[in-house]
């Protein structure tokens, strides 16, 4: 075989592996999630979790040349919970919007307290989501555009593996979405009462 030829074949069997390797463990998060359903009491700074996150995807969000913002009050937001499914959750959620967005459009995300629970919503003016699929957009492999999905990557667990971590955080998940004018996706999760 050919150098070159045997160069591309080696990048196919690379980037194959990757995938392999993150639909493992994406499918390991999510088996964890649904077996875990011990009380939470750790307390987690979801402010930090989610500043943390923007943080790390900042570069992917250049990359994109799409905008990236943060809006959060000062001050910690304690909750009780697992600090890597939040970060997980936050991550999911935040890069799928910036996926979705095209060049010059803008994420944000915002961060606060509203009725004692804490509320982080991630608003995008990409592509939307048509009415007949946000009802299934949390299904596992669920993939609204398929050809589209598979140029980007990914494993179709995403948003899956959101879901349950907000369940399992006593949280309720919102999607409000039209095609072609961009989604928001909000989650509000109770805080401790002596935190308010």
């Known amino acids: 075989i050919e150098h070159t030829t045997q160069q591309r074949f080696m990048r196919k069997i690379h980037g194959q592996s990757i995938r392999l390797s993150d639909l493992v463990s994406d ?5 964890r999630l649904e077996s875990n359903d011990e009380a939470f009491n750790t307390q987690v700074d979801l402010q930090q979790v989610v500043q943390r996150v ?16 943060l809006q959060a009050k000062d001050g910690p937001m304690l909750l009780l919970g697992d600090d890597n499914a939040l970060g997980q959750m936050a991550t999911n959620l935040i890069d799928n919007a910036i996926k979705y967005t095209a060049a010059n459009g803008t994420v944000t995300v915002a961060l606060e307290v509203e009725h004692g ?4 919503t991630v608003k995008d003016d ?4 048509d009415e007949s699929d946000q009802e299934r ?12 999905s598979q140029s980007l ?7 899956a ?22 989604s928001t996706f909000t989650i509000k999760i109770p805080l401790p ?4």
């Open 27 to 31: 499918l390991l998060a999510l088996s």
């Open 54 to 69: 923007c943080a790390n995807l900042q570069a992917v969000a250049q990359t994109q040349k799409v905008v990236l913002e």
């Open 117 to 120: 629970m804490a509320v982080l």
């Open 126 to 129: 990409g592509l939307g989501i």
């Open 161 to 182: 593996i959101v879901k349950h971590i907000v369940q399992s955080h006593k949280g309720r998940l919102q999607l409000k979405s039209k095609l072609n004018q961009g």
């Open 193 to 196: 009462s002596n935190t308010n």
């Open 153 to 159: 990557g990914g494993t179709g667990l995403g948003l």
């Open 137 to 148: 957009i949390f299904e596992r492999f669920y993939r609204v555009d398929k050809a589209r």
